[in-house]
């Protein structure tokens, strides 16, 4: 697979990474297997935010979890630093894994409910040899202060937090051993909106003062817009579209990437963007499709789409896109400025505005 390269040497490289289950099939001595991520190729380099993007159940979390060694790859390589991971001893790998970190997508079950903050945030440090028992206290007043909670706050269990401060720990809990690249696997999805903010804003405030780099992943266009650098899109196991954040957002070459642009909500009662929404269910992963596969869906498929797995080949704006007929499409309008009112909302808008012609008139005739 085609890798777009940064600019930079980049801190993390990932090669035709591919992740496969074995499945019960309909009797017992049956297998079937499941691919839940194909061949996907990316690099972040250092200071940079990857944004991993598609629909539920694409293997974006998966792929995450490869990265900090909570699953197994079935092919592929992954590079840290310039060394590849599988390649490793245990003792070198450990080593590794202290410097990329993760925060859970649930805040409260990533906690265990049987610790206090303090030794929750204390345990990863204590375990790799970063501070004695003496030192525990200070690092954890110091953690929690950076995140925005208090020192008071370390003899608390996490049922006694909100979903945002529970969030909060999980992420100093994460900096604990010093990390240089954090998979935030959807870590603003379960909270209210005001709350996403705060963290979103949070992660922005650390890396630039601690240098991190993120894959950052999620469904939340609008969260992916505001912290990316670049966004990679996937479609059921595969990257269909990886590239600058502004690219992608203004001007997406890749059919889905636009189905999911055109989905997101706009911020104008009424309203809806210009595109077609993306219809259907994904395939099941354990038949997935021959050729591309998003042809099923995709509203400009061909015959050719059918037969032959588009790779991913340089396109504009620098980026990459996996599509036969990228070129064809005509270009597509992103904006929210662009979207239009519904038929419903044009007629109602008509009869307020028709009440509200009546109303003048009828105050000045008196």
């Known amino acids: 697979m085609m890798l777009l390269k940064t600019t930079s040497e980049p801190l993390l490289r990932v090669e035709g990474l591919s992740k496969n289950f074995n499945v019960a099939g309909s009797w017992p001595w049956q297998r079937r297997k499941l691919s839940a991520v194909n061949d996907i190729s990316f690099e972040i380099a250092a200071g940079e935010t990857l944004s991993l ?67 929750l945030i204390a345990e990863p440090a204590l375990l790799h040899g970063l501070v004695d028992r003496g030192g525990a206290r200070d690092r954890v007043a110091e953690l929690l202060n950076l995140v925005g909670l208090g020192d008071r706050h370390a003899g608390r269990y996490p049922h006694e937090f909100s979903g945002g401060q529970r969030q909060r720990i999980g992420i100093a ?64 196991g595969n990257i269909v579209e990886i590239g600058p954040k502004t690219a992608i957002f203004d001007r997406p070459l890749h059919p889905y990437t636009r189905a999911l642009l055109a989905a997101a909500p706009v911020a104008r009662p009424g309203a809806r963007r210009a595109g077609t929404p993306l219809t259907g ?59 239009q009112h519904s038929p419903a909302t044009k007629r109602l808008l008509a009869l307020y505005r028709d009440a509200a012609t009546r109303s003048n008139s009828h105050t000045n005739a008196v």
């Open 53 to 119: 993007v598609g629909e539920s159940g694409c293997g974006k979390s998966t792929a995450g979890r490869m990265l900090v060694g909570l699953s197994t790859p079935s092919t592929g390589r992954i590079q840290f630093e310039g060394q590849d991971i599988g390649g490793m001893s245990a003792a070198e790998r450990r080593a590794v894994r202290r410097r990329i970190q993760l925060i859970f997508q649930d805040p409260y079950g990533s906690l265990n409910p049987r610790m206090t903050v303090g030794e």
């Open 173 to 236: 809990r994460a900096l604990a051993v010093e990390p240089q690249l954090i998979v935030c696997d959807e870590p603003v999805s379960a909270l209210d909106v005001s709350v996403q903010a705060q963290i979103v804003n949070l992660l922005q405030s650390l890396q630039d003062r601690l240098g991190l780099s993120y894959l950052f992943i999620s469904h939340g266009l609008s969260v992916v817009r505001h912290i990316s650098n670049r966004v990679a899109v996937m479609y059921l």
């Open 281 to 339: 269910d994904m395939p099941s992963p354990l038949a997935p499709p021959a050729g591309c596969r998003f042809h099923p869906r995709c509203p400009l498929a061909v015959e050719r789409c059918k037969r032959e797995v588009p790779v991913l080949s340089h396109a504009e704006g620098g980026r990459l896109v996996a599509c036969h007929r990228w070129q064809e499409i005509p270009a597509f309008q992103a904006n929210a400025s662009a979207a």
